[in-house]
């Protein structure tokens, strides 16, 4: 098989194993530990906290360690701490604190493996091929999340949440045999590594700088706020303003996976017609029109404009990502490429859960459908930060004169 297959195969069970695994950790804490509101909140706030804590660092770190090994690493921490919870479920000594322990373990091992994973990618792929490549993953990524759920419900009917576990623990140890066949990198070893935080900063500062980088950060940063107000805002929305049942709430929020396949699918096409530079802003002005069309409408209408709306989001969001993901891949120094990720990563990713708090307090005052109206205005803040910055007069972002290289990025 192919590396990049390999690669690919790797991902795609693990990221398969994990949205099982996200079906079953907080049914075992109801179901088996019958967990109160609070604790599930500590759960939650555990799956994300390593972003926070060592968002920035993880750049770093997966700089100093072998890609694979840090990989390999990862989905091995993985394994043990979702295999623990089964373990201690048969023993008899299963507590909410060790499904917060095990979230958290979890969580700095989902950072790694993720700096590591977008890092390692140019290394088994031909250059002319990453923006294909990339537009596969997010694809896969895509039908991951809608199939991993609905797997998970029918497994934890079968066999119940906490044996559920277990296909998770599983599909790690899977991905680290594939992961395994993998080359291994070699890590430059110089005599002293400069100090963690002055890398920290040589990697902030070069994105911040950058023609292109900066504008993909602050563009993404945008979205993702929407996205985190999103989230905490649909099910509202659908149930209470829409009167949607429970069912039909499912199959809406579908519509954002099945845009997150188009937009994936058209990405390459569309980029190649319109250049990456032009494609950005047009993407970005799609995914703001999707997200404002979405609370529009009554009754049946406003099911099929809510649909509408999420397709043309996450059609539009899956073009900025692929396009400057895979722009990050090809323009950094390679010495600087983690650094990098993690940086865009820790200040995108942050606006995820600030969309969702300003996203309640909105809705108190002003209802979901006011909320989601002015959350979705945001969005064009993406396509407006790309107007403002130099890759307005170009046609590919590959145009644009190359920045500078940091010292310690030839380390």
Known sequence: MDVFWRWWTAGTISGLGSAVGGVALPLTALAVLDATPFQMGLIAAAQYA????IGLPSGVIVQRLPLRGAQLGADLARAVAVGSIPLAWWLGELTITQLVVTALVVSFANVIFDVANSTF???????DQLQSRNSLSSGTHATTS???PSLGGIVVQAA????TLLVDAASYLVSAAFLRTLPARRVPRPDRWPPMGELIREGFTFVVRHPAMGPGMWAATAVNFVCGAQ?????LYLVRELHAPAGVVGVLLAADGVGTLIGAALTTRFTDAVGTARGLIAAGFVAA?????VPWGAGLWA?????AGNLLFSAGVVVLSVTTRTYRQIASPPELLSRVMATVRFVSWGAIPVGGLVAGALAGAIGARGALLAIGAVAACAPLVWLASPARSVRDLTDLAPAPTPQHSKL
């Open 50 to 53: 390593a972003w926070i804590v």
């Open 121 to 127: 990618l140019p290394e088994i792929v031909d250059r």
């Open 146 to 148: 809608l199939a991993g």
């Open 160 to 163: 119940g949440s906490v044996p």
């Open 231 to 235: 989230y905490a805002l649909y099910p």
């Open 289 to 293: 029109a999707g997200a404002v069309l």
């Open 303 to 307: 099911y099929a404009i809510f649909v």
